[in-house]
């Protein structure tokens, strides 16, 4: 899966740059999607989890026990990969603000949250639980998987001009309050301008 992950850099790096973040949050979070996907299947192969992601997307449409249905399997796995993708937009949106270095641990920040999401839908009766601990243990490592190589393939996808740069980011609260602190002096010079102005009667 390494070998896969560096010829995917390297053919991300040849594609020409986009501006356009909800296009480079799509594509980057279908990147970490797929991978997702191919770590689920070789563990699921060695007997280290429970389910597949095709399995547990496709319970949102059907009972758990027809998921194993392969139209069924194939709905859920498509549901996963558009769920997958739709969670690198505010990667992507995280990595513009914040600026891209670090930008593996904001990976793993998106990979806590779209976590706690399956958790959620759990604990709601939405998704099916998992009935073994091994499957919980698959899933944290899954999800990092999943934003570690979606927050990577943002970066190569996106021009590098759309990120905040570290300086920008560090001195934005202090514009913030360098501007709040002058308004009064501001307002104070356009009163006395103000004054100072003859006044002409109308005729």
Same mark, same amino acid.
């Given at each position: 899966?390494?070998?896969?992950?560096?010829?995917? /850099? !390297? @053919? +991300?790096?040849? #594609? *020409? $740059?986009? $501006? !356009? @973040? #909800? /296009?480079? =949050? +799509?594509l980057g979070g279908l990147m970490g999607a797929i991978f997702m996907d191919i770590s689920n299947l070789l563990i699921f192969k060695a007997g280290k989890t429970e389910t597949l992601y095709g399995h547990?997307? *496709? *319970?949102?449409f059907v009972a758990p026990f027809?998921? $194993?249905?392969? $139209?069924?399997?194939?709905? =859920?796995?498509?549901t996963h990969l558009a769920i997958g993708s739709i969670w690198g937009i505010p990667l992507t949106y995280i990595l513009r603000k914040t600026g891209k270095d670090h930008h593996l641990l904001k990976g793993a920040l998106i990979s806590a949250l779209s976590l706690g999401s399956l958790i959620g839908g759990q604990k709601f009766g939405v998704l099916k639980k998992? =009935? +073994? /601990?091994?499957?919980?243990?698959?899933?944290?490592w899954n999800h990092l998987v999943y934003g570690l190589v979606s927050?990577?393939?943002?970066?190569? +996808?996106? !021009?590098? /001009? #759309?990120?905040? @740069?570290?300086k920008e980011t560090n001195n934005e609260p202090y514009r913030q309050v360098k501007s709040a602190a002058s308004y009064p002096y501001s307002f104070r010079y356009s009163n006395e301008f103000d004054q100072s102005q003859p006044h002409h009667a109308g005729h």
């Open positions: 899966m390494l070998r896969l992950f560096m010829k995917l /850099t !390297d @053919s +991300l790096q040849k #594609i *020409g $740059k986009m $501006k !356009d @973040s #909800i /296009t480079i =949050g +799509l547990i997307a *496709g *319970g949102l027809r998921t $194993k249905q392969r $139209k069924n399997f194939i709905l =859920g796995e498509i998992f =009935g +073994l /601990t091994k499957t919980f243990y698959s899933a944290i927050a990577q393939a943002i970066t190569l +996808l996106a !021009d590098p /001009t #759309i990120f905040a @740069s570290p």
